[in-house]
């Protein structure tokens, strides 16, 4: 069964929790330069699979007031970065996550270009980089268990369970309490749905969201789009194959020579 994630922002104090536990469950560095939790700066990048971004906005009575944002790969029920891969490295679980398997990855960045809603970073500082995003914790997931950013959450800002009870409580909530809540799930819909759900008292785009994106799933535009690319990227990403097959033979052959002898050849 597909699982999802109610977000509902206006429980968000910024604490940063959630970024410390995605960090510390994905073993991902942390510095100065890309804080997770920057006011509007806050960034996703390929060390910053989750961040909290601080957004000044007006409330009900006209006064100024901020909100924060929780941000990651949304996990698209039929994601465009996979139909979009030309080896397989990205692939939908049975429960919901979009995972990215980096041992079939080429480099070939097809998945950044298809994603629309810019989330897959590339690891630029790498000699051999590779992609890289969320997870959605998905071991924890396929074993029943919520990812590691929700379990941290001191005032229940996330709710996760099966993400069509998810649009349903939703609604509901919407429902309950028109005038706190704009009446938009976002994620119901949009690029044809996402395992993320959305619920906000100010209009999405003010809060950092790429609103203008088809409702409708992507993949089948996807190579409409890729196909118009030059052909020097496909000449490219052959390049990029062959180097990194090269490049992870010759690892294996020297991981096995260290093997043999107890230590580093001289």
Known sequence: ?????????????GCGACTVACKLWNE????????????????????????????????????????FAKKQCLHCVDPACASSCLVGALRRTPEGPV??????CVGCRYCMVACPFNIPKYEWDKSFPKVSKCQMCSSRVAAGEQPACIAVCPNQVMTFGDRDQLVQEAHKRIEG???????????????????????????FNKLGFK????????????????????????????ILSGLYFFNKRRNAVSEGKQDSTGGPQS
């Open 1 to 13: 069964m597909s699982k999802g994630v109610l977000v509902d922002m206006t429980k968000c104090f």
């Open 28 to 67: 991902k560095k942390y510095d100065e330069v890309n804080k997770p939790t920057l006011g509007d700066k806050a960034q996703l990048v390929d060390i910053n699979w989750t961040v909290v971004s601080k957004h000044d906005v007006t409330d009900t009575s006209g006064q100024a007031a901020w909100r």
């Open 177 to 203: 309490n028109k005038q706190l809540y704009v009446n938009h799930v976002f994620g119901e819909t949009e690029a044809g749905g996402t395992a993320w759900l959305y619920l906000s008292d100010q209009p």
């Open 99 to 104: 995972v990215y398997h980096p041992d079939l």
């Open 211 to 238: 609103t203008a994106v088809p409702q409708e799933s992507l993949p089948a535009f996807t190579w409409q789009i890729l196909s118009k690319l030059p052909m020097i990227l496909v000449g490219w990403t052959a």
